[in-house]
T-cell receptor, first 115, second 112 residues
């Protein structure tokens, strides 16, 4: 499986500011996914990011709040904009397994606290 | 690191006993499922998967059972060890996509 890293691993931010989270994969992948895991909760898909096209957002998530970039096949960023304490969560990126595989692998996560 | 799943259902088992973690899924058309293990401060780790054309699949010390009739999935861990302590999630593939719906999670505590 791919090795996935995320930066930063954690951050404490003030409300009203924005944070960009980076996800780097050690091999080329077609699809990358961004999830949110609120405290004590399960994982919720935010969006799917494919290289060369706009990200596809799930219900309840919008591009203005969570802009995503996917400049190449090994990298993606998620920005959490105009943050509020309700945005305090773990943000996770994931990738599919081998080309066409339905397996999905996760990065270590970014733990965001908004004060 | 911070704990995840602070309010999740908890299963406590003695070290060396077998653990069974259950999950109900929603879509009878779902044809692929994954179990993940999430340790405190880490991302979910892929444990084992199963396709809907199977009702059982075994890995190293883990077995996944799929009952399509009642839309139920279980993860069995043999000879549970302290290192198995974590939150376990099932994930249900949305047919025709690469997207998943995650279960609520179960915290496994291994008692020495």
């Amino acid at each position: 499986s791919a090795v996935i890293s995320q930066k930063p691993s954690r951050d404490i931010c003030q409300r009203g500011t924005s944070l960009t989270i980076q996800c780097q994969v050690d091999s080329q992948v077609t699809m990358m996914f961004w999830y949110r895991q609120q405290p004590g909760q399960s994982l919720t898909l935010i969006a799917t990011a494919n290289q060369g096209s706009e990200a596809t957002y799930e219900s309840g998530f919008v591009i203005d709040k969570f802009p995503i970039s996917r400049p190449n096949l090994t990298f993606s960023t998620l920005t959490v904009s105009n943050m509020s304490p309700e945005d305090s969560s773990i943000y996770l990126c994931s990738v599919e397994g081998d080309w066409g595989s339905y397996e999905q692998y996760f990065g270590p996560g970014t733990r965001l606290t908004v004060t | 690191g911070e704990s995840v799943g602070l309010h999740l259902p908890t299963l406590s088992v003695q070290e060396g006993d077998n653990s069974i973690i259950n999950c109900a899924y929603s879509n009878s058309a779902s044809d692929y499922f994954i179990w993940y293990k999430q340790e405190s401060g880490k991302g979910p780790q892929f444990i084992i998967d199963i396709r809907s054309n199977m009702d059982k699949r075994q890995g190293q010390r883990v077995t996944v059972l799929l009952n399509k009739t009642v839309k139920h999935l279980s993860l069995q861990i043999a000879a549970t060890q302290p290192g198995d302590s974590a939150v376990y999630f099932c994930a249900e593939n949305i047919p025709g996509t690469y997207k998943y719906i995650f279960g609520t999670g179960t915290r496994l505590k291994v008692l020495a």
